[in-house]
């Protein structure tokens, strides 16, 4: 299966995607010595330009991405490399993490009521739409792209002293984990932090009120975060059934 998708273009009018690539990949060494993450290529172009081309198949017409470590590189290859997308970029610190990131991201670049956004080292073919759809239907502040956990580790089932049986990496269909991929209320920015997690910030407060809500990925949905080395090559593997004509 494909990591990409290219989707029908959006009936709802969320055309803005706010996009973090400011961290410095220290996972990603040597790689990453001399440019951020998401300048990394993965069959033959950068992590980021598979993100902006799903993120247009989708109706995005504006992409802010806030940058930081290295982040002469990726202004260059934007400058070079046109994508067909209104790009702003948004600086900001790396002790700031996502909270500030986000933050001066929407301050600075984002007038829409409601938009997408994401950390650039994610790699989906989620369906935008449906994304899209079920945040406006939930009316929450933020809605996450949630996803069953693929387990790193055998696990066992156990009686008494017997193992009973044995699955290797297995799927936990009854535990979530986040996507890295969110859909925003412009609200939101009343609970981003000056600096900090979002996770350990506005998510724990937007969940007191009620106002985060959770997309589970459909069954063909498909998600994987470069974080390291065997990432890259798992996503490598996934690219052989892209179209050969991609772009």
Known sequence: M?????????????????????GSGLRMRPLTEDMPKCMIRLHGKPLIHWTLNWLKDYGVNHVVLGVSYRKEAIINYFRDNPSGI?????????????????????????????FF????????????????????????LATIAVSPMQSPFAVLEIKGNDIRGFKEKPLLEDIFVS??????????????????SIEKTAFPALAARSKLKAYKLKEKERWLTVNCM??????EKEFASLRSNEN
Do not use: C
């Open 2 to 22: 494909s990591l990409f998708n290219h989707g029908k273009p959006m009936t709802k009018n969320i055309t803005t995607a706010v996009v973090l690539v400011g």
């Open 86 to 114: 209104m790009i702003d970029f948004s600086e900001h610190t790396q002790d700031g993490e996502t909270g500030e990131g986000f933050r001066l991201a929407i301050k600075r670049h984002v007038n829409d009521t409601d």
């Open 117 to 140: 956004a994401m950390n650039g080292d994610e790699l989906t073919n989620l369906d935008l739409k449906h994304f899209a759809d079920f945040h406006l239907k939930q009316e929450g």
């Open 179 to 196: 996507a890295g991929i969110y859909v925003f209320n412009h609200a939101i920015t009343e609970f981003l932090p000056q600096k900090g």
């Open 230 to 235: 065997k990432d890259l090559s798992i996503a």
